[in-house]
């Protein structure tokens, strides 16, 4: 699940499944593509030199008699010349293969995020990148795969280097408990992340919006206002008040279930009503809904 960016999919989903269009769409695949390419930049330009500068110069002497990592190393010195003769061309052609694979991979996923980029540039609107996702599908999560293929394959040639250049059998113990150890490590907290990104995105979608009419938003405003209006808490105190909690007792957790844009607005309104009226300023409709809309944008 973490390797294969099925996690990355979960907003597509919500936001393709909904019939309406969704605000923030072209950012959040704007913001998605723009971290990945960059990262994946950022990779190719340390595993590329690798390609050139550390193939083989494990695999070689410096000069006549001077030895190399490879035989002087504790699983060299169990074999014998031709056994190391041998393996040398393989090894060679494998860390070869291995960096040119994870360069590729990199490249790829850096040029793949620009071309998206690119796309959703000439759309311009949310509409056109939900229509996009829509077409495209699972595919934009491409680079991403091709990003942990490529980290992945890179580390395995410096995993073989550590393992048959260390010169000791107490070294080479424990170079293998700390690779073993690392990956574990790794295997362990990316499903943790993920799996956690994914429980979180199945409970925050788990609840609709509530929904108030105009007379029921009014009468929970005047409640709250006489409650809580002597504090003088802001609009924004009043939103959060007026949204629905979820307790999970089994997770310990609480999960905040906001009010639709609709609802919002209107406990928007009558709260700088009322908070007028308790300064004894009268204020038209239209300043009304201009401060709640004022009220929904800086919230």
């Known amino acids: 699940m973490q390797f294969s960016g099925t996690f990355l999919s979960l907003a597509d989903n919500v936001i393709t499944s909904d019939k309406g269009v969704t605000t923030g769409t072209k950012e959040n695949l704007v913001n998605e593509c723009t971290n990945m390419g960059l990262i994946a930049a950022l990779m ?23 030895g190399f990592g490879f035989m002087d190393g504790y699983i060299g010195q169990q074999l014998t010349s031709s056994g190391i003769e041998n393996a040398i061309g393989g090894l060679n052609d494998f860390t070869l293969v291995c960096y040119a694979l994870s360069s590729c991979g990199f490249l790829v996923a850096t040029g793949l995020p620009v071309l998206m980029l690119l796309c959703l540039g000439e759309l311009g609107t949310d509409a056109g990148c939900e229509e996009f996702l829509r077409r495209v599908g699972h595919m934009t999560r491409a680079p991403y795969t091709l990003f942990v293929a490529g980290a992945f394959i890179g580390t395995v040639p410096s995993a073989v280097r550590y393992v048959l250049t260390v010169k000791t059998l107490p ?77 999970n007792p089994s997770q310990n957790s609480e999960l905040i279930v906001n009010l ?34 004022q009220a929904l944008q800086a919230a």
Not at 44 to 57: Q, Y
Not at 177 to 192: G, H
Not at 231 to 244: A, H, I, P, Q
């Open 260 to 293: 639709d844009s609709f609802s919002r607005q209107c406990v928007a309104l009558h709260y700088h009503k009322l908070r007028a009226e308790s300064l004894g300023i009268a204020l038209s409709q239209t300043d009304l809904y201009n401060l709640s809309c």
């Open 171 to 247: 070294g080479l113990i424990l170079v293998l408990i700390v690779i073993v150890t690392m990956t574990i490590l790794c295997l362990v907290y990316t499903y943790s992340y993920v799996a956690g990104c994914v429980r979180a995105h199945n409970c925050i979608n788990e609840f609709e919006e509530l929904s108030l009419s105009n007379s029921e938003a009014q009468q929970d405003v005047e409640t709250w206002f006489e409650k809580s209006g002597k504090t003088r808490g802001s609009v924004e105190d009043c939103l959060l008040d007026l949204s629905g909690i979820v307790v």
């Open 44 to 66: 190719l330009t340390i595993v590329l030199p690798f390609s050139f500068d550390n193939i083989n110069d494990w695999l070689e002497e410096d000069f006549p008699g001077s």
